[in-house]
Structure formats: structure tokens, C-alpha cells
């Protein structure tokens, strides 16, 4: 099983380079009595989105931490360098680990590559639009008989069935937020370290992004109600959601949640405290406010 890159679909792709639009047939079933039943999972390449991390997660028990670090691999989505992360395979052994004898021991909460296979999605975003564009395309590999079965169905249909709206739903501002940053090129410049840093906090490591926005120094900067405060303690989604209005704030400049009135003042106090600034000479070893 093979993630689809974004942007580009490589010459020895087994993708059939035939766009689908949602009311397209495509003819395809898999299932339990299927001749090559879990052979897709024995040879894997998946990328995961924040809410596949989310929920893989939650089904196995575990903190953010835990989870990247058992279970994930970091790697550089494109050209841009931006930080995605792939499930982590044995060194002698590329089969899932979540692969049990007898088939996905994750099904419910198994990544949106898994569920929309044999389609791929491709999101893009043409120059100068504001609009994405979502674009699918079947992937034929040999080893899956899926596409020797009689039943006929829907793009739409297929997605429906195979439960992908709701993760399409939540990730779309994620995948927005990527192309939007592809897109913009040369004229916000090359992303900081700390940015890449950011985005990986507020994309995968929600634990980590729950204890940034619960922190005095969050609320000394923003101005966010404590009723929704509240919310995001607990609630999952929603803070990944919240997540995202953050990355469009710090990457974007978009004024997605309110700042307090006097926080700039207070992060030049608390950095000149930080840095412990000659009272003398204010501005020595000064670099200028951080935007988060
Ligand atoms: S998560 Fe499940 S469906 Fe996806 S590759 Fe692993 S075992 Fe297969
Ligand atoms: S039909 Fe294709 S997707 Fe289904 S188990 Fe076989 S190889 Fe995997």
C-alpha cells in the first residue's frame, strides 16, 4: 500500500493517470475472502495526517509522544521541507505493524490512505487561485485482485462506504494550510526552523499543543475565552481544529484568534526577563518579538 504524493505522480507510478471526479464508477471490492487479503498491508508506505495520529492514538492508548515515537517516522513532505510523518516499518520487515493475522488490528481508526485505497486523492491548488482543487485517480498494483471483482461504485459512494469524509472533513484546513504555504512560493519566503517546528506541533503532537494553549504564556499572548479554553482541555477535535487557526495565524498572519490588547508589551518584558537585559542598556541581545 502507497501513499500518494501531492504534487506529482512519478513515471513508475502504478497510478492510473486517469482523473475521477466524484460521480465516476470505479470497479473494485475488497474483502475478508479476497485471494490477496492483507497483501497491501505487507509492503507499506503511509503517511499520516494529524487526524489519522488522532486516532490511532486514542485507539491504542497512548500519549502523542508515545505514539510518534513507537509508531512513526519523520520525514520532509517536498521540496519545501515541510515535516510529515510516515508509520514506522521493522528494518527487516516492511509489513504495518498494526497487521495481525487476522487483518488490520486498527480497522476502525486505520488512516485515511488505508480507506481510500485502491483511489488516491490528489489536492491542488493552481497559481494565483484561492480554490483547492480535489482530484482522484485509481491505483492499479499487481498484487491486488480488488480490481478483478464484478461490483461497480462510485467515487463518492466509495468514500462514503469507506468512511473518508469525516477525516477529509477535519483535515481539510491541514491540507489547505500546505498548499496554501506550496502555493505563496518566494513571497512569504522560506519557512523557519521554528515554524517547522510549530507546524509539527500543532499537526501531530496534539498533547503537546493541549499544554502550549492551557500555558500562562499562551494566554499572556492570546485572547481566548475561558469557556473555549475549557473545551479544548478535553476535547480532541476541536482543539486539533484550533490547532490549525493557530498555524494560519503564526504562518499567515491571518488574524484567526484574538490577541490580547498589551501582548506584544508583555512579550518583550517577558523576553528582556528571559535574556535578563542590562536594565542599562534595554535593547543589548534583543532580537525582536517571536511571533508565538
Ligand atoms: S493500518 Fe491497517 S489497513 Fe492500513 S496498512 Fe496497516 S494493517 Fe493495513
Ligand atoms: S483487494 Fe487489494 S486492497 Fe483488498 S486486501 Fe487485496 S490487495 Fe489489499
Redesign the pocket.
Known amino acids: ?1 502507497t501513499d500518494i504524493p501531492l504534487d506529482s505522480i512519478p513515471n513508475h507510478s502504478p497510478l492510473n493517470p486517469v482523473k475521477l471526479s466524484l460521480d465516476e464508477n470505479i470497479q473494485f471490492r475488497c474483502h475478508k475472502d479476497i485471494a490477496c487479503f ?1 497483501e ?2 505487507k509492503r ?1 508506505d ?1 503517511t499520516l495526517t494529524p487526524y489519522d495520529i488522532l486516532r490511532l492514538k486514542t485507539k491504542l492508548g497512548l500519549s502523542s509522544a508515545e505514539f510518534l515515537g513507537q509508531y512513526t517516522l519523520p520525514y520532509e513532505m517536498d521540496s519545501h521541507s515541510m515535516p510529515g510523518v510516515k ?1 514506522k516499518t521493522a528494518d527487516d520487515n516492511p ?6 493475522e487476522t ?5 476502525e481508526d ?2 485515511t ?2 480507506r481510500y ?1 485502491a483511489l488516491g486523492l490528489m489536492s491542488m491548488r493552481k497559481e494565483n487561485s484561492a480554490i483547492d482543487e480535489d482530484t482522484y485517480f485509481l491505483i492499479h498494483e499487481d498484487h491486488c485482485l480488488g480490481h478483478q471483482e464484478s461490483r461497480t461504485v462510485t467515487v463518492a459512494d466509495y468514500r462514503k462506504e469507506q468512511g473518508v469524509e469525516e477525516y477529509d472533513q477535519i483535515n481539510r484546513d491541514w491540507r489547505q494550510i500546505i498548499l496554501k504555504k506550496r502555493s505563496a512560493g518566494p513571497t512569504i519566503g522560506k519557512p523557519s526552523q521554528r515554524s517547522f517546528q510549530f507546524f509539527f506541533l500543532c499537526s501531530y503532537n496534539l498533547d503537546g499543543l493541549r499544554d502550549f494553549v492551557l500555558s500562562d504564556g499562551f494566554s499572556e499572548v492570546y485572547d481566548v475565552e475561558s469557556a473555549i479554553l475549557d473545551i479544548l482541555k478535553t476535547d480532541d477535535v476541536m482543539l486539533l481544529s484550533f490547532g490549525f487557526k493557530l498555524l494560519k495565524q503564526v504562518l499567515f498572519g491571518e488574524n484567526t484568534i484574538p490577541l490580547q490588547a498589551d501582548a506584544m508589551q508583555k512579550r518583550v518584558e517577558r523576553r528582556r526577563e528571559d535574556l535578563n537585559v542590562d536594565p542599562e542598556d534595554p535593547n543589548k541581545n534583543y532580537d525582536g518579538p517571536e511571533m508565538i
Do not use: D, E, Q, T
Open positions: 500500500m492483507n497491501c498491508c507499506i503511509i508509520i509489513a504495518c505493524p498494526f497487521l495481525s487483518g488490520c488490528s486498527v480497522y486505520r488512516p490512505v488505508c485505497y
